[in-house]
């Protein structure tokens, strides 16, 4: 079946701008996690969600950033007035259930602040 | 939270030989024990995990060995292929269950 895809798949924005990346999970997967990947690092938690739940925001650098996921399926997360440091390679991922499962990756977002 | 360290950074086999990458963490509540792999440009793909009851997994050429007293688990390729080329993140969320934390990861170069 269809697995996790984000769109745009690159995106360049000035900075200062506004930006809203997409996420479409898995069909049927309750929990789905945003993270971040700067160049040659790890993935970085940002947020995750699971259900109807309250969202554990615990890893948003900054309250430039926020995400909300809709119906319980598709999320997007807006990252305001972006910085250059902003810049990096956002991935979000699904999976079936809470807990300690598998997580599925989509191809993420790159995103480069001029 | 959790905090993570992989070893080595850089790891450059033969194929056919062995490697072996070690992950330490610190939060002694974790109890789900997960590698990803990552090749160029893809995205991260798990490979193999562990709970915190076993003390070994075992996928063809690859396992996982877990060692929680000392706070640390391993992933170990035999048979080293090209394919295997890629960098390898251990990724334990500690005590949530699902806040992946990653580590920096490890380059494994199979050298044919």
């Known amino acids: 079946g269809a697995g996790v895809s984000q769109s745009p798949s690159n995106k360049v924005t000035e900075k200062g701008k506004d930006v809203e990346l997409r996420c479409d999970p898995i069909?049927?997967?309750?929990?789905l996690y945003w993270y971040r990947q700067s160049l040659g690092q790890g993935l970085e938690f940002l947020i995750y969600?699971?259900?109807?739940?309250?969202?554990?925001k615990s890893g948003l650098p900054s309250d430039r950033f926020s995400a909300e996921r809709t119906g319980g399926s598709v999320s997007t997360l807006t990252i305001q007035r972006t910085q250059q440091e902003d810049s990096a390679v956002y991935l979000c991922a699904s999976s079936q259930r809470q807990g300690a499962y598998e997580q599925y990756f989509g191809p993420g977002t790159r995103l480069t602040v001029t | 939270g959790e905090n993570v360290e992989q070893h080595p950074s850089t790891l450059s086999v033969q194929e056919g030989d062995s490697a072996v990458i070690k992950c330490t963490y610190s939060?002694?509540?974790?109890?789900?024990f997960p590698w990803y792999k990552q090749e160029l440009g893809k995205r991260p793909q798990l490979i193999i995990d562990?709970?915190?009851?076993?003390g070994e997994k075992k996928d063809q050429r690859i396992a996982v060995t877990l060692n929680k007293t000392a706070k640390h688990f391993s992933l170990h390729i035999t048979e080293t292929q090209p394919e295997d080329s890629a960098v390898y993140f251990c990724?334990?969320?500690?005590?949530?269950?699902?806040?992946?934390?990653f580590g920096k990861g490890t380059l494994l170069t199979v050298n044919p």
């Open positions: 969600f699971q259900g109807n739940s309250a969202p554990d």
């Open positions: 990724a334990p969320p500690g005590g949530s269950n699902y806040k992946l934390t």
């Open positions: 069909s049927g997967h309750t929990a």
């Open positions: 562990i709970r915190s009851n076993v």
């Open positions: 939060d002694s509540a974790s109890n789900y």
